[in-house]
């Protein structure tokens, strides 16, 4: 729900070679024709072969990082166009759980598998054995639940939110391991971030396509991610929901099992270097097994995930309307059923910038034609919302990730619904109203629409013809220039609002904000639901 997941940035034509231009098989190629183990896996060359973490300080063959690891970790691909890759710290908690697969399903991980004879039974138990939460999932579904439709439950906090509010408890030994490193690191991360990107593009350039040719907003979003999830390691069921998201949402990239050993290797190796002065070998376990921790939920959610879901969907913009100059909604008719709950959001992927993928959410709720809305504002240097809103036209084709996210509401209890959207962020709260009046609800919603300018309501006459229908529903636009004053202020003006749940979608900041002035005026912190990925999840804070 970010502003940013509503405004980032892409054509739609399919390119004259299907697409394959940008290297790598054009994501053009039918999802029915995948490419064979041969054309994957060939054989047993060195940069292929599943990885073993390397203990640090014992170097290998393999290439040494160049010492401008800043200028390797932002270097294009050579001759290619593909310029997005995985996002870690941009997913967020799926709401569609997946069985856990059987013991015969379970993809081994590899951080604790080195390459291995045909004739090896296995390697021994070792200290990067998972813990034993590390495969846990959700249960399957009952065989009342229908199937492919995302099963509604209660929005996870992100695992910096719940070690906030979560009872003080020992932390364990790896934990204050971990955060040890972490802290040692904190003022030179730039330098860690740039080190670690080095080193896996130098000693694993077959992966240097999964990532942007461009770096420079991407850099920093992996790393950040794992190091959020291994300093919050000792908050299993929160972390264990928020890694298997992640896995799940990183079946679009193309991310497989063998690769998670390379990335767990590299980050090992630029932590090493920069926490020199704490690094130890007991340091360097705590991490391995970490990290071995971290990948295997990631694996088993995936592998789950590819029995029941495909990794993503064709969609075909049917209309394009230009609310603004610089905002439009777009409409889509995926290839084949989509399920989602009112509230969520996806990741998008067009032709003209292939593998980049950005977040838009649903500007509706699930509809009986099947069409999916989003609202996107082209923002300065946006390659992607800048496509969708000046150069995209009906008959394009883009590329759908899974749903995502779970400001949703609950349909269990009869709470008031306190909604603030600010720009493009009104579009998951439309939904989220129209949920509530398919459901015959009528319960209290206050929507506040929050702009700097009459000019940026581009949607306020639709909301205004939702409250003329449902007089249970309340729209109030607060415009910054008029008011003096900004959207989450504004509603400490109104209520009380102690029987409400609280909604909020929008730029990260007016999120931050308006979880405060929530708190302030006296609503939980377990009654506030937003999706606020790259703030509050990501970073960690």
Request: charged share 20%.
């Amino acid at each position: 729900m970010l502003e940013a997941r509503h405004t980032m940035d892409a054509p739609t034509t399919t390119s004259a070679d299907n697409g394959t231009s940008g290297g790598g098989g054009g994501w053009f190629t039918p999802r029915k024709n995948p490419t064979t183990a041969s054309d994957s896996d060939p054989g047993t060359a060195e940069g292929r072969r599943p990885a073993v973490i390397r203990p640090v300080g014992r170097p290998t063959t393999a290439p040494q990082a160049p010492e401008d690891a800043t200028a390797a970790s932002r270097t294009a691909v050579p001759g290619g166009v593909s310029t997005g890759g995985p996002d870690l710290g941009r997913e967020s908690a799926h709401a569609m759980p997946t069985p856990a697969p059987s013991a015969a399903q379970h993809t081994p991980s590899p951080a604790v598998s080195s390459p291995a004879t045909a004739s090896s039974p296995g390697p021994a138990p070792t200290a990067l054995t998972p813990a034993p939460f590390a495969s846990a999932a959700p249960p399957p579904p009952t065989a009342a639940a229908e199937p492919g439709v995302p099963s509604q439950r209660h929005a996870p906090a992100s695992p910096s939110e719940a070690a906030a509010s979560a009872p003080a408890e020992a932390a364990s030994p790896d934990a204050l391991l971990i955060r040890r490193a972490m802290a040692e690191v904190a003022p030179v991360s730039d330098k860690v971030t740039s080190y670690f990107y080095a080193l896996l593009f130098v000693r694993h350039p077959d992966l240097r396509s999964l990532f942007p040719a461009a770096m420079d907003t991407q850099r920093d979003r992996l790393l950040r991610a794992l190091l959020t999830a291994a300093e919050h390691i000792d908050n299993k069921d929160v972390l264990v929901d928020y890694l298997q998201n992640l896995g799940r949402g990183h079946r679009k990239y193309g991310t497989r099992a063998e690769h998670y050993p390379a990335v767990g290797e590299c980050l090992i190796g630029a932590l090493s270097k920069y926490a020199a002065g704490v690094w130890n070998a007991e340091m360097e376990a705590a991490w391995v097994r970490a990290y071995t921790t971290i990948s295997q939920v990631m694996i088993d959610a995936a592998a789950a995930d590819e029995l029941r879901a495909p990794a993503w969907w064709y969609a075909e913009i049917v209309t394009h309307e230009l609310r603004t100059p610089d905002v439009a909604v777009v409409t889509v008719r995926p290839d084949q059923p989509y399920p989602f709950l009112a509230g969520q959001y996806t990741s998008l992927e067009t032709p003209w910038w292939p593998r980049i993928w950005r977040h838009y959410s649903f500007a509706s709720a699930p509809r009986s034609d099947g069409l999916l809305s989003f609202h996107v504002k082209a923002v300065p240097a946006g390659w992607v919302s800048n496509a969708l809103v000046h150069r995209a036209r009906p008959g394009d084709i883009i590329r759908l990730g899974p749903p995502t996210g779970s400001m949703t509401v609950d349909h269990t209890t009869d709470s008031g619904l306190l909604c603030l959207g600010g720009g493009t962020g009104i579009a998951p709260i439309k939904a989220l109203v129209e949920d509530v009046a398919e459901h015959g609800d009528r319960r209290p919603v206050e929507v506040f629409y929050g702009a700097r300018t009459d000019h940026d309501l581009y949607d306020i006459d639709t909301m205004l013809r939702l409250q003329q229908t449902h007089p249970w529903l309340s729209v109030r636009a607060i415009i910054d220039q008029q008011a003096h004053q900004q959207l989450p202020d504004a509603i400490r003006a109104y209520g009380p609002w102690n029987e409400f749940d609280a909604y909020l979608s929008g730029p990260p900041g007016m999120i931050r904000r308006g979880v405060d002035a929530l708190r302030d005026i006296g609503i939980p912190s377990d009654r506030i639901r937003h999706d606020s990925v790259e703030e509050l999840v990501a970073a960690g804070n």
